[in-house]
Nanobody
Framework: QVQLVESGGGLVQPGGSLRLSCAASGSSFSVRTMGWYRQAPGKQRELVARISSSGNTGVADSVKGRFTISRDNARKTVYLQMNSLKPDDTAVYYC??????????????WGQGTQVTVAS
């Protein structure tokens, strides 16, 4: 059974930075698209960023220029570097693993989530 374990969340002031990590267990990490979603209180869950098995990346318009997704296949870990954080970025962030390595492949596995709070 695949496990996705997120870390790196916390409280940060507006304008600050955080790096989220997601460590995956199991095999086939390198051939799967990985992603980050978030859900703020009272809002729908939204896709933040994803990275395909070949390294193609995409981020939501709301975080473009501020967030970067990357992966380390040897460590079976995906990262989300978040800079210039805003209060609107406050949410629970979830790591996902998709059904295959295509950029648009849907997520099938979810982590437990890590809280990110941006406040002064």
């Amino acid at each position: 059974q695949v496990q996705l374990v997120e870390s790196g969340g916390g409280l940060v002031q507006p304008g600050g930075s955080l790096r989220l990590s997601c460590a995956a267990s199991g095999s086939s990490f390198s051939v799967r698209t990985m992603g980050w979603y978030r859900q703020a209180p009272g809002k729908q869950r939204e896709l933040v960023a994803r990275i395909s098995s070949s390294g193609n990346t995409g981020v939501a318009d709301s975080v473009k220029g501020r967030f970067t997704i990357s992966r380390d296949n040897a460590r079976k870990t995906v990262y989300l570097q978040m800079n210039s954080l805003k209060p609107d970025d406050t949410a629970v962030y979830y790591c996902t693993r998709s059904t295959d390595g295509r950029f648009n492949s849907p997520p099938i596995d979810w982590g437990q989530g890590t809280q990110v709070t941006v406040a002064s």
